[in-house]
């Protein structure tokens, strides 16, 4: 539990990235937040194979799940950018400039603790666009 509450302090502590920023995200294995730019509100945790690629995803289509590695990415089908929306009761069209307006990614490199990370920070963040 210590362990995980470390990473979770390092991973909420880590530089916040504008969501044009997230092709400088590390090519490996990790886990990446999507918050408010004022940080108070956290939004979406995801643990993926590749930052580069889940933080890319997610900024291009509002949509992670082909790269996660035992979280609950969203795919395609289901719309992180539709479950934004409703959670923020704007217009899925205003999703996409709510996002580049007012939203950071900050992110952690981790190999074998990224899906514990993930379902940790959920838990503990309660993550509105991760719960069902």
């Not at 996660?68 to 999703?95: H, M, P």
């Not at 996409?96 to 981790?110: A, E, F, P």
Request: with cysteine.
């Amino acid at each position: 539990m210590a362990q995980l509450e470390s990473l979770l302090r390092r991973l909420v502590t880590s530089p916040l990235h504008r969501l044009d920023e997230a092709e400088d995200a590390p090519a490996g294995p990790g886990v990446f937040l999507l918050s408010d730019s004022d940080q108070i509100t956290s939004y979406y945790v995801e643990a993926c194979q590749t930052l580069r690629i889940g933080a890319g995803n997610l900024v291009r289509g509002g949509r992670a799940g082909k790269n996660t590695r035992g979280g609950r990415g969203y795919s395609s089908d289901t719309g992180l950018k539709a479950k934004l929306a409703e959670y923020l009761g704007i217009s899925e069209a205003k999703v996409s400039q709510y996002m580049k307006d007012h939203c950071v990614l900050r992110w952690i490199q981790l190999d074998d603790d990224a899906p514990l990370l993930a379902h940790f920070a959920i838990g503990v963040l309660r993550t509105p666009l991760n719960l069902d």
